[in-house]
Nanobody
Framework: QVHLVESGGGSVQAGGSLRLSCVRS????????MAWFRQAPGKEREGVAA????????YYTDSVKGRFVLSQDNVKNTLYLQMNSLKSEDTAMYYC??????????????????WGQGTQVTVSS
């Protein structure tokens, strides 16, 4: 079983920054990708960024490219999402996820088996 615990959410004004952290219970071969998803009220859960934990190559959804940076620290077993130039439309519950999957299915929440409890990000304009 893989346990994921997110932190770092909060309330900021538009243009501000936040860094989300996701601590995984241990580095295992139960997953090869980790990702951040977000879900705003009344909307579907959408992928924000993902990383192949072995290769370390990140992928981003178009709406966050150039603003968000995904990184991992395998010594600390932690995934980070640095969010800069935040916009009101970034407001959502952010979830960390892990799974054993292919790159083609990164955008699908159902591809990920393990999930954290979520951390709220609120951006005011």
């Amino acid at each position: 079983q893989v346990h994921l615990v997110e932190s770092g959410g909060g309330s900021v004004q538009a243009g501000g920054s936040l860094r989300l952290s996701c601590v995984r219970s241990e580095y295992t071969d139960h997953y090869n990708y980790m990702a951040w998803f977000r879900q705003a009220p009344g909307k579907e859960r959408e992928g924000v960024a993902a990383i192949n934990t072995g290769v370390g190559l990140p992928y981003y959804t178009d709406s966050v490219k150039g603003r968000f940076v995904l990184s991992q620290d395998n010594v600390k077993n932690t995934l980070y999402l640095q969010m800069n130039s935040l916009k009101s439309e970034d407001t959502a519950m952010y979830y960390c996820a892990a799974g054993l999957l292919s790159r083609a299915t990164l955008h699908r929440p159902e591809s990920f088996e393990y999930w954290g409890q979520g951390t709220q990000v609120t951006v005011s304009s």
